[in-house]
């Protein structure tokens, strides 16, 4: 089979700290406070009254018509957001869409509160009755309630909008998620199954019902957040019709990546340092050759502690072993997008030759010591991805 060289560019990002990995950059660096106060978490999430939160977009800032809003709920606006600030760029080659342009999509579970139980029942009672059916579902039923409960409504949107008509996946629900559409969008790519791809993740929105469902996984206190986080992966040397990116313009590619799976916490860290190992094995280097790690923002304790262990494995023996970072201290925890935003954090850190490091309470910039990174997503179900991106020239 024919294979082509993948470039990794468009970066389009939405979190708390503003829309794209040099604003994020930016906030982590100058230690900005992009935390937002939240009313409905007064109680249902303990301790918090504050989270990282965006703007919900509207029409106008989305680019369409405003019945798009009412068969959509915030997750769906938040990818389709990410996707134009991705496809935001000159279209140098040609128009953006059509059957050679792929959607690959890492999305959470929907966290819409359901019918309640009362209005069930009320429809029940008036089954007999369709003029009184009519009317109850008029004042207890959202217009196209089905439709915004559907996770396939923001790949719908995004296609329908760009008109992106080739192959395509979604998945779902967990952090790694955004990964796995990463590695089969690039991959699809590379085997021509699409001349360019566009690769993106939303996290769930901040929510009452949210804490429900981290709190039955093992939630450690983490701090959520919403955002989406977008790329392209197109053909190298200008291969892909519509380009949004010229020859010239800075990207990475997906050196390597390593897929795995941990049943439980005794086999987890296993896991996770299986995936690592494959990643760089496939990328052609080995831990001395990786200039910066991003892990998941883990928000379970037997999550966070595999991964930490994992690493450990990892560099062991390491001369000069990067130290890991995440960005969770200006966007919270993103789910699914976690990974996929650092993966623009890592391109825009190895398009400058430059990394991040934690220092105490404070972020530092450093020189890049090696023209890779590794970014790694860590399902709660055991679910684990890493990828190595390396930089490529102008």
């Avoid at 068969?71 to 760029?89: C, F, P, V």
């Avoid at 559907?150 to 949107?157: G, R």
């Avoid at 939303?202 to 709190?215: G, I, N, T």
């Avoid at 992966?233 to 200008?238: C, P, Q, S, T, W």
Wanted: negative net charge; proline residues 6%; glycine residues 14%.
């Amino acid at each position: 089979m024919t294979r082509h060289h993948v470039r990794l560019t468009a970066p389009g990002l939405y979190t708390a700290a503003g829309t794209g990995p040099g604003d994020l950059w930016e906030a982590l660096v100058a230690g900005k406070e992009t935390r937002g106060p939240v009313e409905a978490l007064a109680g249902p999430w303990p301790e918090f009254d504050t989270a990282f939160l965006v703007d919900d977009p509207d029409a106008a800032t989305l680019g369409v018509h405003r019945r798009v809003l009412r068969t959509s709920e915030k997750q769906a606006r938040m990818a389709l957001y990410g996707a134009r600030l991705a496809l935001a760029g000159p279209t140098e080659r040609g128009p953006v869409g059509g059957p050679g342009w792929g959607l690959y999509l890492g999305l959470p579970t929907v966290d819409e509160e359901l019918l309640r139980f009362s209005a069930l029942d009320r429809l029940h009672q008036a089954a007999g009755s369709p003029a009184e059916v009519a009317a109850l579902y008029g004042r207890e039923v959202p217009p196209f309630s089905g439709l915004s409960h559907l996770n396939s409504t923001a790949a719908a949107h995004i296609s329908a909008v760009f008109g992106l008509t080739g192959a395509m996946a979604a998945y779902s629900p967990f952090s790694d998620a955004g990964l796995q559409a990463l590695v089969d969008g690039a991959l699809s790519v590379a085997e021509g199954e699409n001349e360019a791809a566009l690769v993106g993740a939303v996290s769930p929105k901040v929510h009452p019902l949210l804490f429900a469902q981290y709190e039955e996984l093992g939630w450690n206190g983490a701090v959520p957040g919403e955002g989406a986080a977008f790329l392209l992966a197109e053909r190298a040397g200008g291969g892909a019709v519509g380009s949004v990116a010229g020859e010239d313009a800075p990207g990475a590619r997906l050196a390597g990546y390593g897929r795995a799976f941990g049943a439980g916490p005794e086999d987890r860290a296993e896991a996770i340092a299986e995936a690592v190992h494959a990643a760089l094995e496939t990328a052609g280097t080995d831990a001395g050759g990786i200039g910066w790690v991003l892990p998941d923002a883990a928000w379970t304790a037997d999550t966070a502690r595999a991964q930490d262990a994992a690493l450990d494995r990892v560099f062991a023996g390491t001369a000069d072993r990067p130290a890991a970072f995440t960005a969770e201290r200006a966007t919270g925890v993103l789910g699914p997008a976690h990974p996929l935003a650092h993966t623009l954090l890592a391109l825009h850190g190895l398009a400058t030759g430059r990394r991040l490091a934690a220092d105490g309470d404070a972020v530092r910039e450093e020189a890049l010591p090696a023209p890779r990174a590794l970014v790694l997503a860590c399902g709660a179900r055991g679910q684990v991805c890493a990828v190595v991106l390396e930089g490529v020239g102008k």
